[in-house]
């Protein structure tokens, strides 16, 4: 078998996917990143190579994520891209025509706007937890009940109830006061879906044409009750993509594939990398009045790429091109 990597690296989660020469999915690997990045892509490749046949062959590997110029550079990546090219690639691979991406992850949201397959205009939130996975994993842990089991309790709702979604602060004292009010779980979780996408859409879709086809991904897109709310506020259908938690790794092997076609080799280290010895580590550079913070990667003792400081001192050859990319 030959096929193509995609390693999507962020704050909560890890996923790596591997597509066939056709672009199917052969196999997808979800992993929570807990702070480790490192560590979690190297577990992640040993799962993965156990996973796949003998003899297989990768022909090219592509990173994405707030982690995508550390793990291309631990893997040998063909493409290091940033998130919106590449979940935007994977969406228009697997839903042809499609004009929105809502996309909520571990600890950020962001909207994506396409028109005849080109990425028009976009939106990030980075600052604010409401709405995200850990926000309501975090309620779902205050509660008691199973995050799987968050969408199909929403959906049970009979009059969801006002909640204040523009914080997360002010949203769980909210839901918290709504529950001493007496207003059953399935009002209150309802209540709160419709909220944090009133504020989804007020952030990141204020003056933006939401047209359908409308793709919701991601990993809260797990969520029943998200999706039901997002096709309320909106009045329009809502696709929910196969493999809606990895499309960022869908995405990237996508542009890896496309990477190695332009160039005709693969810069992949191979699988053996999830048995080598990573150190990170940095230091302050004292040499200027800037005391830069540089990061230095280590592979089996030596120095592999140094990279953050402003003057280029202490940067290797590979942590330039990392940050090109």
């Known amino acids: 078998m030959k096929g193509f990597l995609g390693i999507d ?3 909560v989660s890890t996923n790596i996917v591997f597509l066939d020469e056709g672009g199917m999915v052969v ?3 979800y992993l929570r990143t807990q702070g480790q990045p490192i560590a979690t892509v190297q577990a992640g490749l040993k799962k993965l190579g156990a996973r796949l046949p003998s003899g297989t062959i990768v022909r090219g590997v592509g990173t994405t994520g707030s982690g995508r110029h550390l793990a291309g550079l631990i893997v040998g990546a063909d493409a290091v891209k940033n998130e919106i090219t ?3 690639v994977a969406a228009s691979s697997l839903t042809p025509g499609v004009q929105t991406i809502l996309e909520i992850g571990g600890q950020d949201s962001k909207i994506i706007i396409l028109r005849n397959g080109v990425v028009n205009d976009f939106a ?4 604010c937890a409401a709405g995200t996975g850990s926000f309501l994993d975090q309620q779902a842990a205050r509660l008691n009940i199973p995050i799987e089991k968050f969408g199909e309790y929403a959906l049970l709702a009979r009059a969801p109830v006002r909640i204040a979604g523009r914080c997360a602060v002010f949203a769980e004292s909210d839901m918290i006061h709504k529950q001493q009010m007496g207003c059953s779980l399935p009002d209150i979780l309802a209540g709160l879906c419709e909220a944090l996408v009133r504020n989804y859409l007020n952030n990141l879709g204020k003056g933006k044409e939401i047209l359908a086809p409308v793709v919701f991904q991601g990993g809260v897109a797990a969520n029943v009750g998200m999706v039901r709310a ?6 329009l259908s809502v696709q929910v993509p196969p493999y809606f938690n990895v ?3 869908v995405g990237a092997a996508i542009l890896a594939r496309e990477a190695v076609a332009r160039k005709g080799t693969s810069l992949f280290k191979g699988f053996g990398v999830a048995d080598t010895s990573f150190r990170a580590g940095s230091f302050e550079c004292s040499g200027c009045a800037n005391l830069c913070e540089v990061v230095e990667i280590s592979e089996n003792n030596n120095i592999l790429a140094r990279w953050g400081d402003r003057c280029g001192k202490w940067s290797s050859t590979a942590g330039r091109e990392e940050k090109i990319s």
């Open 124 to 127: 990030m939130n980075t600052v």
């Open 9 to 11: 690296v962020g704050s």
């Open 247 to 249: 499309m960022g790794a």
């Open 230 to 235: 997002f096709e309320k506020a909106l009045d």
């Open 86 to 88: 590449a979940h935007a």
């Open 27 to 29: 196999e997808d690997i």
